[in-house]
T-cell receptor
Framework: DSGVTQTPKHLITATGQRVTLRCSPR?????VYWYQQSLDQGLQFLIQ???????AKGNILERFSAQQFPDLHSELNLSSLELGDSALYFC?????????????FGPGTRLTVT | GENVEQHPSTLSVQEGDSAVIKCTYS??????FPWYKQELGKRPQLIID?????GEKKDQRIAVTLNKTAKHFSLHITETQPEDSAVYFC????????????FGKGTHLIIQP
């Protein structure tokens, strides 16, 4: 157990809908990262938040957005869903010090768009 | 942006033998290189990492080597065991790890009994 939690575990929804995925980082970690894992695209970095502020953006679609709240949990919002958005969505967290940047992954949310 | 190539895509070795997985990266500014192990349906688990100021790092049966000049790094697993069977991913980051990771496509390691 990495200490990173994600809800829900599974989500099934229809095309055109909107969903919200939730992540709670490890205690003390200020950074949250979101990744998407699919068979064709592999593991892709989407976006990073640090202490409530967006820090880095990867291959995140405009239909997707995220935020990090004062209690440091984060939410990833996916809208106008398409079949191709079906994937495993992971969040990871890390503590930032002089040397500690290791990212620890949560169990993931499996999204199925039908 | 960064591009990470990983080989081979599948590796089958006899139990007790060694396994080597290789990755190359494109961005010379990359300075942090972690390796993750992922079992089917589970989360990626960090197994070892190396920073650009170090050439080699070892942790029991696992070692990672880095060649900055050639821009490649490798994972070495010795005395392989059945529980080593999984998909292994290499990754690179330009921010010391404090930013998003760029992953390779993964290597499916199969340990034959």
């Amino acid at each position: 157990d990495s200490g990173v939690t994600q809800t829900p575990k599974h989500l099934i929804t229809a095309t055109g809908q909107r969903v919200t995925l939730r992540c709670s980082p490890r205690s003390g970690d200020l950074s949250v990262y979101w990744y998407q894992q699919s068979l064709d695209q592999g593991l892709q970095f989407l976006i990073q938040y640090y202490n409530g502020e967006e820090r880095a953006k990867g291959n995140i679609l405009e239909r997707f957005s995220a935020q990090q709240f004062p209690d440091l949990h984060s939410e990833l919002n996916l809208s106008s869903l398409e079949l191709g958005d079906s994937a495993l969505y992971f969040c990871a967290s890390s503590v930032e010090g002089d040397t500690d940047y290791e990212q620890y992954f949560g169990p993931g949310t499996r999204l199925t768009v039908t | 942006g960064e591009n990470v190539e990983q080989h081979p895509s599948t590796l089958s070795v006899q139990e007790g033998d060694s396994a080597v997985i290789k990755c190359t990266y494109s961005d010379s500014a990359s300075n942090y290189f972690p390796w993750y192990k992922q079992e089917l349906g589970k989360r990626p688990q960090l197994i070892i990492d190396i920073r650009s100021n170090v050439g080699e790092k070892k942790d029991q049966r696992i070692a990672v080597t880095l060649n900055k000049t050639a821009k490649h790094f490798s994972l070495h697993i010795t005395e392989t065991q059945p529980e080593d069977s999984a998909v292994y991913f290499c990754a690179a980051s330009t921010g010391g790890g404090a930013d998003g990771l760029t992953f390779g496509k993964g290597t499916h390691l199969i340990i034959q009994p």
